[in-house]
């Protein structure tokens, strides 16, 4: 069996790779990545960049928030990037390193070139034509532009832009408010020291979470950072001003219809990324559905696609799975056995607030289990009622947890809260495992704020009774 990985370097293909370089019914693997310098989305632009980046606007901004302390110390961006190019340097090289090991493997061959298909069943390498047996797709994503009038006529700053700049100018429009946006935009306001406009199309951000939540961000983000937040609110039309900004016209009929600044940033999420991957030339048809929940390509069986590029989930740890399960499906398709679907629990941390204030979700909201017809009981608690968050200066935001009316299983946790994400493993091992909420031990700890979670396993115990 042969086997073609296009995308060797991302996570979704690396993982792949590794499952399957081992398996005896392997007889060659192909690794193709045209990356420069290579290592993935994550490693080069995405979650691991940014969270560098954002704990040096925590720190400035605890310290700034603290009223104990005196003094706001100033960001040195450019020690900031210099740091966080070392870093992530660092870490890229040991993504390649670990493709080259696999390359070093009689039957395994790295390319670094481009690939493309050229039919249903041949991929072309730079100059050369491979007939694998299976091929995985796993080239990831790219910034998905926005399509606004005006736009080409004014310089647009992306996400990947602000990881790399070392001076911001005094104030910006920001035009997409999510993950990403969350994440950046405090980052703009705190260590840029910038006058943020964000242009929210909904009347809350985090779309997945309960509402409540959205609404408790709002709060932070406008309390805390002083960013403005137009919700509900489309872009018309965008130009550029005598003096070198922009100005922004909206659909809204107050006074902050139009707005200016000195910049224009596009955090308007991403796209699968296809282009020059010679689809037409195949019966791939990359719209709604076109890869199943077995990773395995709706219009060819050959062919498996994992990670941001199928369009169904874009977090790391999802494409890593999406790979495994690649994997596994291409052994059982080859052993003509049933494939078997990737299932998710949903689990997910948006380092909001640059962090101080994570919004960490696992299982079920109550949004999505009412939709699921679940008889649930939901608990919820603000995280100003634990001392512990008090006496940490960061008191701010709330906690939920469904569970099960019926026998008490905890089917879904969300936290928006000082070391939410800290927590969100424990509560995915709660929700994995299909725990009662009252068989959760009852312990007493230092002080310390995992006690909101023994607060909401305590109530909703209660409830049941």
Known sequence: MHVLVIGAYGSAGVAAANDLVDVPELDRLTLVDDGDPGGGLCILDGCMPSKEVLSAGAHRFQARADHRLTGTPEVDIDEVVATKDEHIHNFAEHRRSAVEMLAERDHV??????????DDRTVAVGDREYEPDYVVVATGSVVNAPNLLGIDEVDVMT?????????????????????VGLELVPYLA?????????????????????????????????????IEILTETDEERV????????????????DRATVEADQLFSFTGRRPNLDGLGLDETALDPGPGWVTDTMQARD??????????NGKEP???????????????????????????YENVPHHVVFSALGVYPYARVGHTEATAEAAGVDYVAVSRDASNDGVFK???AAEGRASLVVDATDGTVLGYQGLHYHADVMAKTMQVVVETGMDVRAVPDRAYHPTTP???????????DQLA
């Open 391 to 393: 006496t940490k200066d």
């Open 315 to 341: 977090i790391l740890h999802v494409a890593k799975e999406q790979g495994f399960t690649a994997a596994a499906n291409i052994r059982r398709h080859a052993g003509s056995e049933p494939l078997v679907p």
């Open 300 to 309: 060819d069986e050959w062919v498996f696609v994992v990670g941001d590029v």
């Open 159 to 179: 996400s990947a832009d602000v990881l790399d700049a070392t001076d911001f100018p005094d104030s910006g429009i920001v035009m997409g408010f999510g993950y």
């Open 451 to 461: 006690e909101i979670l023994d607060s909401l396993f305590r109530q909703a115990s």
């Open 109 to 118: 061959e790295f390319v670094h070139d481009t690939a493309r298909f050229v």
């Open 190 to 226: 705190e260590a840029g020291e910038m006058d943020v406009t964000v242009v929210e199309h909904d009347a809350r951000p985090l779309d997945e979470a309960d509402p409540a939540f959205g609404d408790e961000l709002l709060d932070i983000y406008r309390e805390e950072f002083d």
């Open 239 to 254: 130009e550029r001003t005598d003096d070198g900004g922009l100005r922004l016209y909206t659909d809204r009929d107050d």
